[in-house]
């Protein structure tokens, strides 16, 4: 006997309350009322408002969004051209943009900084803060915005996406319904529009069905680690951005950070490491932890306070890497699209001008009354002929040159990118999935099969374990892991022999723990620590076998980002 659920019927229905899904449903009704102002003036044909719902899977509107903000203002201005004037919850704006060649014992600022890490005139900022006004700015306009409701299932019809349907709550760890059980409603809509973020779990449900990366290189991540501390007065330098990396590893292996200060003497600490790594051990957290013990970060940090951690994959394949944008019934926008330019680390602007671009779409499907293909691929057209897309066209060779070699990358075909606009000595520059680089301890030389001994000193670096409580991520126990590994006898069958179990050392928030095997003396088997989970989706990237899926939790659950 089929479920009885509760139903709900919208035009338009945007999930994820990010950046880019509050610009899109805040320009779409601007972009309704100027085209019903057009048509009553010249006779035409208006359109009747639209019902618009946003969902969210925090509790909170604002409490996942974690980003190192040094936000392009173009798409914010676009959208609201006296933003400042409306309040954007500006911490400063960039009047001191550098570049720093970071070494163990000694730093390097470079006197000329590179041009894509310009950012004077950028807006620093809590992307916390900024959804949180953004979705207030949405209200003001009668938009509804439901927290605390995560899209378990596409809903299709055919080949029709016709909307998502809420993950069920009240559910205990055996999968059997509590005395709080509620089914979960299914929300049909006209358009969906998705804007979940990196690796979006609905995101990729439609990418596979519809085969959306067909054509495209896939796509490829990089996880990184975000600290704020509380530095002394002294210390502090408002609009003050850095960006560098870490040599000589960077000369092996693509790495970045970035700091700016923010107000209340916090300092915004990030460090970014690929996923495509050779090394099973490849660790964001450990090396963003090692790199706080060179001689700058040091003396930044003497005296200071840990106020915040968190970690967060970002797509870095740029513009080969996107898949199509569109499919019957729904579109796609923002970090689950792929529009991060990790050229230059910048992905917030591009979220709120895809979001932005959709609705102008989504205004002509509704004229048209046709949510088809035909239609809304009316997107992609609007996205080739922008200034985002001409962004990622200066910037389509970037992660291609970084895979042949760092010293590639750096000492020849960036450089040739920035004279030809992105072309480089080869175009396309050809790439993998980030997993499929991973060597088997086998392929190792015997002195690299084990994970190098690293001491936290509890005062500047420290365990995954104590920096999971400064996140203030909290699940439920007793619910069904939203972390699903689809074989667990492989995980100590065979894993712990090819590859040394890597989900130990890739998630930043210590969830995955081999432990002694009860029922198999000599064995191990893997606890899954779902409640320390940062949604950073790391593990669903980076395993070697494609077993782990990301799933969000129960009723809002997960990391607390404000001020992040």
């Not at 992660?399 to 450089?415: D, Q, R, T």
């Not at 190098?452 to 005062?459: L, N, P, Q, R, V």
Request: glycine share 10%.
């Amino acid at each position: 006997m089929a479920m009885e659920r509760e139903s709900l019927e919208v035009d338009v229905l945007f999930v994820g309350a990010g950046p880019g899904n509050l610009a899109a449903a805040y320009h779409l009704v601007n972009q309704v009322e100027a085209h019903n102002a057009r048509a009553a003036k010249n006779g035409g044909k208006t359109i009747e408002p639209p019902t618009i719902l946003v969902i969210e899977k925090s509790a909170s509107i604002g409490d996942h969004s974690l980003s190192g903000s040094v936000i392009n203002p173009k798409a914010i201005a676009e959208l609201m051209p006296d933003f400042v004037e409306q309040g954007f919850p500006t911490e400063y704006v960039c009047d001191d943009a550098s570049f720093y060649m970071f070494f163990r014992s000694f730093t390097i600022k470079s006197p000329l900084c590179p041009p894509n890490f310009q950012k004077k005139g950028y807006h620093v900022a809590s992307l916390s803060n900024v959804v949180k006004w953004l979705g207030a700015k949405c209200e003001e306009k009668g938009i509804e915005i439901y927290p605390g409701f995560a899209g378990d299932q596409l809903l299709i019809e055919g080949s029709r996406v016709v909307g998502v349907r809420i993950g069920d709550m009240g559910v205990d760890k055996n999968g059997k319904p509590k005395s709080n059980y509620q089914p979960g409603m299914d929300i049909f809509a006209k358009v969906t529009v998705l804007g979940e973020g990196v690796r979006g779990s609905l995101t990729k449900q439609i990418v596979e069905r519809f085969d959306l990366q067909q054509g495209k290189y896939p796509q490829v991540y990089e996880t990184g680690i975000k600290e704020i501390w509380r530095v002394k007065p002294e210390k502090h330098k408002p609009g003050r951005v850095i960006h560098g990396s870490l040599f000589p590893d960077f000369l092996s292996q693509f790495n970045g950070m970035w700091l700016y200060d923010m107000k209340d003497s916090l300092v915004s600490f990030g460090y970014v490491t690929m996923l495509d790594s050779k090394n099973p051990h490849n660790d964001p957290h450990l090396e963003a932890q090692r790199f706080k013990t060179t001689p700058f970060m040091r003396d930044l940090l003497e005296g200071a306070e840990l106020v915040r951690y968190g970690a967060k994959a970002i797509p870095v394949g740029g513009l080969y890497a996107q898949p199509k944008l569109y499919t019957d019934g729904a579109l796609l926008i923002g970090d689950g699209a792929g529009m991060c330019n990790a050229f230059k680390l910048a992905g917030v602007h591009m979220a709120m001008k895809t979001g932005m671009l959709a609705a102008e779409t989504i205004v002509d499907a509704m004229a048209a009354d046709d949510f088809s293909s035909v239609t809304l691929g009316g997107y992609a057209e609007r996205y080739r002929n922008s200034w985002a897309y001409e962004e990622h066209m200066e910037a389509r060779n970037f992660h291609g040159s970084a895979e042949v070699s760092p010293v590639f990358a750096m000492g020849l075909n960036i450089p040739l990118m920035i004279i030809t606009k992105g072309r480089g000595l080869i175009d396309p520059l050809p790439f993998t999935a980030g997993h499929t680089h991973m060597k088997k301890l086998s392929e190792l030389s015997p002195a690299k099969r084990e994970k190098e001994a690293f001491e936290f000193d509890g005062k500047l670096t420290f365990s995954k374990e104590h920096l999971v409580g400064f996140s203030g991520t909290q699940h439920e126990v007793d619910q069904p892991s939203h972390l699903v590994v689809a074989d667990v006898d492989l995980c100590s069958d065979v894993c712990t022999e090819e590859y040394g179990n890597p989900c130990q050392s890739f998630c930043p928030a210590a969830v995955y723990e081999m432990m002694p095997d009860p029922e198999r003396p000599g064995k191990k088997r893997l606890f899954i620590h779902h409640e320390n989970c940062v949604h950073c989706k790391t593990c669903d990237i980076a395993d070697p076998y494609q077993v782990i899926t990301w799933t969000p939790p129960q009723g809002g659950e997960g990391p607390d980002y404000t001020q992040m």
